[in-house]
Nanobody, 127 residues
Framework: QVQLGESGGGLVQAGGSLRLSCAAS????????RAWFRQAPGKEREFVAA????????RYAGSVSGRFTMSRDNAKNTVYLQMNSLKPEDTAVYYC????????????????????WGQGTQVTVSS
């Protein structure tokens, strides 16, 4: 059974940093795209960042560009999201996702493209 497990969430003050991890188990993905999405209370899920298998192409939402960095370690089947200069508006549950059969070399920003999802990890940024 394929599982994605997020970790690293928590409570941090504005301006602080957190590093999220998402490890995959049950299947060794090859050439997949991975992404981070988030959902704040009362809001729709939104795209945060996505990365291709090689790590050579990374996309970011405008709201996090320059503050967040997504990376991956294929040997560990794990992706990361380094979040710096956090703001209260970054407060949300963060989900990682995997697109195991990508149709393009550009990772999608649409949640519907991803076929595996983690359970999420809470990130709370206090002002």
């Amino acid at each position: 059974q394929v599982q994605l497990g997020e970790s690293g969430g928590g409570l941090v003050q504005a301006g602080g940093s957190l590093r999220l991890s998402c490890a995959a188990s049950g299947l060794t993905f090859v050439n997949d795209h991975r992404a981070w999405f988030r959902q704040a209370p009362g809001k729709e899920r939104e795209f945060v960042a996505a990365i291709v298998w090689s790590g050579g192409n990374v996309r970011y939402a405008g709201s996090v560009s320059g503050r967040f960095t997504m990376s991956r370690d294929n040997a560990k089947n794990t992706v990361y999201l380094q979040m710096n200069s956090l703001k209260p508006e970054d407060t949300a549950v963060y989900y990682c996702a995997a697109d195991t059969d990508p149709s393009t070399t550009v990772p999608s920003t649409r949640g519907s493209q991803y076929d595996y999802w983690g359970q999420g990890t809470q990130v709370t940024v206090s002002s």
